[in-house]
């Protein structure tokens, strides 16, 4: 089974700020299957990002995915209020898995 | 607008079957990857499995020995049972859809729905 690994595991900036999110995987992802989620509290997750650089429909060109083989990237350019949430990679590729989050506040 | 939503018994006692389902509204179940996801309270999320309409599945490896999912066409649902059942499978269970041509890519997302294990 392939492990995910987020990091940082808390990242405190402002509005108006970058963020930038890494998950690591303890193999290679195969065909880059790697997928990212925003989860706001008390609801359910929202896909971002899949194949590591395809933004879903209606997600803002403010967020964006990069990376390939066992180093992923989330990249959110100018962070908006609604932004502040926890963020979940996940791979497709070998059955899937989640990585544990990274929860992203407000400093 | 593709709609899920779960239903199933909020609370189950150790060592029973839980049980779930999800209807899908406006929309058919055909030609997607349907599947179910829960989280811990507090905790991350973790992949149960996926069916195709077809009928073919996928489960964890850690769960697959006592999970199935199933799919009715006819009444655009799928389903989901999980086995002797403890305190570990106490969580939020999601149903969600897969994006077009995609086994993993969950696009669409039910509310999810709390099950409770407790005697």
């Known amino acids: 089974e392939i492990v995910l690994t987020q990091f940082p595991g808390t990242l405190s900036l402002s509005p108006g700020d970058r963020a930038t999110l890494s998950c690591r995987a303890s193999?290679?992802?195969?065909?880059?299957?790697l997928a990212w989620y925003q989860q706001r509290p008390g609801q359910a997750p929202r896909l971002l990002i899949y194949?590591?650089?395809s933004r879903a429909t209606g997600i803002p060109d403010r967020f964006s995915g990069s990376g390939s083989g066992t180093d992923f990237t989330l990249t959110i350019s100018r962070l908006e209020p609604e932004d502040f949430a926890v963020y979940y990679c996940?791979?497709?590729?070998?059955?899937?898995?989640f990585g544990q989050g990274t929860k992203l506040e407000i400093k | 607008q593709v709609q899920l939503q779960e239903s199933g018994p909020g609370l189950v006692k150790p060592s029973e079957t839980l049980s779930l389902t999800c209807s899908v509204s406006?929309?058919?179940?055909?030609?997607?990857?349907w599947t179910w996801i829960r989280q811990p309270p507090g905790k991350g999320l973790e992949w149960i499995g996926y069916?195709?309409?077809?009928?073919?599945?996928r489960y964890s490896p850690s769960l697959k020995s006592r999970v199935a999912i199933s799919v009715d066409t006819s009444k655009n649902q799928f389903s989901l049972t999980v086995t002797s059942v403890t305190a570990a499978d106490a969580a939020v269970y999601y149903c969600?859809?897969?994006?077009?041509?995609?086994?993993?890519?969950?696009?669409?997302w039910g509310q999810g729905t709390l099950v409770t294990v407790s005697s």
């Open positions: 406006v929309g058919s179940i055909s030609s997607y990857y």
């Open positions: 996940q791979q497709y590729g070998s059955s899937s898995t």
């Open positions: 194949g590591a650089s």
């Open positions: 969600a859809r897969g994006l077009r041509g995609y086994t993993g890519v969950y696009e669409y």
């Open positions: 193999q290679s992802v195969s065909d880059n299957y």
């Open positions: 069916i195709y309409y077809s009928g073919s599945t």
